[in-house]
């Protein structure tokens, strides 16, 4: 079993920016990828970026130019900058971790995000 833990998160202004960092318990060699969603009130959980062992990345259009995602592969983290921050960016933001089998997954408890004047 895999524990993922989040820290970063917070009340932040418009415009205004913040870092998440997720750490995985203990290291796994079978990752495809890992990455962040998020659920805002109301809403289904959504992609926000993923990030493969090789740092590929992949963004969802709403954050692209403002989030980027990296990994530190020798500390099983990975990170999401998020800077520009809008009030619809408000969210519980999710870490995820992908097995190359595609269809294992492991989430994070989650952490909130408000951006809010």
């Known amino acids: 079993q895999v524990q993922l833990v989040e820290s970063g998160g917070g009340l932040v202004q418009p415009g205004g920016s913040l870092r998440l960092s997720c750490a995985a318990s203990?290291?796994?060699?079978?990752?495809?990828?890992m990455g962040w969603y998020r659920q805002a009130p109301g809403k289904e959980r959504e992609l926000v970026a993923t990030?493969?062992?090789?740092?590929?990345?992949n963004y969802a259009d709403s954050v692209k130019g403002r989030f980027t995602i990296s990994r530190d592969n020798a500390k099983n983290t990975v990170y999401l900058e998020m800077k520009s921050l809008k009030p619809e960016d408000t969210a519980v933001y999710y870490c995820n971790l992908r097995l190359i089998d595609l269809v294992t997954d492991y989430w994070g408890q989650g952490t909130q995000v408000t951006v809010s004047s």
């Open positions: 203990r290291s796994i060699f079978n990752i495809y990828t």
């Open positions: 990030i493969t062992k090789s740092s590929s990345t």
